[in-house]
């Protein structure tokens, strides 16, 4: 059985920056499978924020974190990162990582093979 576990999330102020981690329990799951960020706020609905290749390391944010959000991963430690920058209020949501065996383009939240926990992120004054 092969698990996902996510780190960093916190309180910060507007404007602040965090780093979340998600590392992989299997080297097999880190180099075979996508891996991916999702988020949830309260009462809506859960939303891919980025997605890595594994092939090549082409990365595919969402609009709304263009230019702030980096995703990135690290095999040498089966560790997926998501540096966040210039956080606003809206970015409040607990954030997943996920893994799935479909490209990134093709990962909805629905058919997801594999869920962390979640890590809360909450962005205020």
């Known amino acids: 059985q092969v698990h996902l576990v996510e780190s960093g999330g916190g309180l910060v102020q507007p404007g602040g920056s965090l780093k979340l981690a998600c590392q992989a329990s299997?080297?097999?799951?880190?180099?075979?499978?996508?891996l991916a960020w999702f988020r949830q706020a309260p009462g809506k609905e859960r939303e891919k924020v980025s997605c890595i290749s594994t092939s090549d390391g082409t990365t595919y944010p969402a609009d709304s974190v263009k230019g702030r959000f980096t995703i990135s991963r690290d095999n040498a430690k089966n560790t997926m990162y998501l540096q966040m920058d210039n956080l606003t209020p809206e970015d409040t949501a607990i954030y997943y990582c996920?893994?799935?065996?479909?490209?990134?383009?093709?990962?909805?939240?629905?058919?997801?093979?594999?869920w962390g926990q979640g890590t809360q992120v909450t962005v205020s004054a």
């Open positions: 996920a893994a799935d065996i479909r490209r990134c383009p093709s990962i909805v939240d629905k058919t997801v093979d594999v």
């Open positions: 299997s080297s097999f799951l880190f180099e075979h499978y996508t």
